[in-house]
């Protein structure tokens, strides 16, 4: 028997490939992926490639290529069935079994499918009508043109009782009150379109198959938006609009953006942003934040830019909260008052959409914002109360090493806030002669330069690999682990680590060609240029192999010990904040004393470097 399209999905969804393949085959990560020897041909430089998020592997050597039941398949010879059973057990799933109720369940969701197939053909068929003159009127005054409207296959539903079931007869009504698209009433009478006088716009599974319909109504009726009820192929609170075609979208460079309309996720499409998506109506659901995940591991939710849009990204990060995992959050973008990206795109362009996306605050801001409010701190009793809510957010958080960070993140945040009124003559004056500016107290006329300092070595790391791609076999995982500092810089480094699992033998041309291609122009220029030379002369193009690999090395691992200084300076001076002891008091000062050398130090390497091109 066929199994159903559905159990197929969420077969794939709960099988881990990377696991799967990691047990015939030793991997390496390399950024977001996995690489190793390919077990179907044999070979001694690794070309086999698992992109885990997307859910494919590909060999460039052998041209081996599929999902994890294609894997399974091949690697131990099992047929279709048998790879299904074997990874359905690992994943306790359920697999559907040749009964004749299963085999008429399997069939009745095939029926289904086509049944949506010719709804949706009726419906584009209807707009492009002399019934559909004003729905089609309606979406060119919105600005789509032709081209957009037949990519998404839009449609109008007409002002009629019975259009749909007319033009459908020979499917059983049945099959078509089944998958929403006709309505019984409760009387008994009889059955009519759940669609009237509406632009149509079709919702797809994870493979782009119409599985149910959204529609705006014509006019002033109610509701505005009308979305299929749940049926056996659609769950409203599990399907993203757009996703499809975001998945597809992502596998050249993994993002997304969910917004809250239909309208908003084509205005998007149209200006670039090909990964954006929508949830159907209402707050976005634990299982729609996993769907979002399989596309990337940051989305970015950009809601409208008022309270309502601001009640929704809240209850999105309270949602999340639970099922973070490493690696895996969201971010959240701000929209000005008013605005939604439909009408942003229109009044502003593309560019200051990015801009908005680009400006997107991690979810513990958002979290900690909500609580802190604009109240001030004034009484311990304040703050405790503050404390107490925050150690609740991150008490809701199920994986422990996230849980840990975020309580640290929310410590971090505190001793920010209750040491912000300290100045010197008051009890706080020992904490605070050792605690040095917070970012937004910094002069933007006058920047720190230590932190330009850090922002150049950073620079030169991906310069380096941007001039000499060779060594990203040897320094892939170094450069996946490293923390930048800079949002531009940490997407760019993503970027390269996708293109190299994605492609052999990389030179310094086809990597900036491959970024150029992906929307990372700006960013490469930024990085190859004078400044960035000068500073570091081994992130140059004619620097010799050794002198490269041996500067890189240096200067990242001479970050990662400041970063880590940086963050046993902020333990000492929470500690001195809460114990105003003199040992508290030496223990801060030693730590600021070893900065200061060590800054001292890693300013004349970099002279040097800059002067020779050696260390």
Not at 352 to 378: N, Y
Not at 425 to 451: H, I, M, T, W, Y
């Amino acid at each position: 028997m066929s199994f159903p399209p559905s159990f197929l999905d969420e077969l794939r969804a709960r099988s881990s490939l990377a696991q799967v393949v990691g047990r015939r085959v030793r991997l390496t990560k390399r950024g977001r992926d996995f690489v190793g020897l390919c077990p179907f041909h044999k070979e001694k430089t690794p070309s086999f490639n698992v992109v885990e998020d997307k859910g494919f592997f590909h060999c460039f050597g052998c041209g081996a290529h599929g999902d994890v039941i294609g894997f399974v398949m091949q690697s131990s010879g099992l047929g279709f069935r048998e790879a299904v059973e074997q990874l359905a057990a690992e994943a306790g799933l359920e697999v559907p079994r040749a009964s004749p109720q299963e085999m008429a369940r399997a069939q009745r969701q095939v029926d289904l499918q086509a049944a949506m197939a010719a709804a949706c053909r009726f419906f584009e068929e209807q707009l492009w009508s002399p019934r559909g003159a004003g729905a089609l009127a309606y979406l060119r005054q919105r600005g789509l043109d032709e081209a957009t409207i037949r990519r998404f296959r839009l449609g109008f539903a007409p002002d009629a009782r019975d259009g749909l079931k007319r033009a459908l007869a020979g499917v059983p009504e049945a099959l078509l009150v089944e998958g929403g698209l006709l309505r019984r009433p409760d009387d008994g009478g009889a059955s009519y379109d759940w669609f009237r006088n509406r632009i149509i716009f079709p919702i797809g599974d994870r493979g782009g198959r119409v599985i149910a319909f959204g529609g705006r109504v014509l006019g002033d009726g109610q509701p505005k938006y009308l979305n299929s009820p749940d049926t056996p192929l659609f769950q409203k609170g599990r399907v993203l609009y757009g996703w499809a075609a975001a998945r597809e979208a992502a596998q050249k460079a993994p993002s997304a953006i969910v917004t809250e309309g239909y309208m908003d996720v084509i205005a998007l499409h149209r200006a670039g942003f090909a990964t954006a998506v929508a949830p159907l109506g209402t707050a976005l659901t634990e299982a729609q934040i996993e769907e979002l995940w399989r596309l990337a591991p940051e989305p970015i939710l950009c809601f409208d830019g008022d309270a309502a849009g601001e009640r929704a990204a809240l209850r999105a990060a309270e949602r999340a909260l639970p099922i973070l995992r490493p690696g895996l959050t969201l971010r959240f973008a701000s929209l000005p008052a008013g605005e939604d990206p439909d009408t942003l795109i229109l009044r502003f362009g593309a560019a200051t959409m990015r801009e908005i996306l680009d400006a997107a605050r991690p979810l513990g801001e958002v979290i900690w914002a909500a609580e802190r409010g604009s109240g001030a701190l004034a009484t311990p009793e304040r703050r405790a109360a503050l404390e107490r809510r925050l150690e609740e957010r991150a008490r809701a958080i199920a994986d422990r090493d996230v849980a840990k960070n975020y309580r640290q993140f929310f410590r971090n945040k505190l001793f920010e806030a209750f040491s912000a009124g300290r100045g010197r003559g008051r009890p706080g004056a020992k904490a605070a002669r050792f605690k040095e500016p917070l970012p937004d107290q910094v002069p933007p006329s006058n920047p720190d330069p230590r932190r330009l300092l850090r922002r150049r070595s950073e620079q030169a790391l991906l310069a380096a690999i941007l001039n000499h791609p060779v060594l990203l076999d040897e320094l892939a995982e170094e450069l996946a682990s490293f923390d930048f500092s800079a949002p531009e810089l940490d997407k760019l480094r993503g970027a390269i680590l996708n293109l190299a699992a994605l492609h052999s033998e990389l030179d310094a041309q086809r990597l900036r060609d491959h970024l150029c291609q992906d929307g990372f122009t700006r960013a490469v220029d930024g990085l190859l240029n004078s400044q960035v030379y000068n500073h570091a002369r081994f992130s140059r193009p004619d620097a010799e192999l050794a002198v490269v690999r041996e500067g890189w090395r240096r200067v990242c691992h001479g970050l990662q010990e400041s970063g880590q200084l940086a963050l046993e300076i902020d333990r000492a001076e929470r500690e001195l904040a809460q114990d105003m002891t003199d040992s508290a008091q030496a223990r801060l000062a030693r730590l600021v004393v070893l900065k200061q050398r060590r800054e001292g130090a890693e300013g004349a390497a970099e002279d040097e470097a800059a002067g020779d091109g050696t260390h």
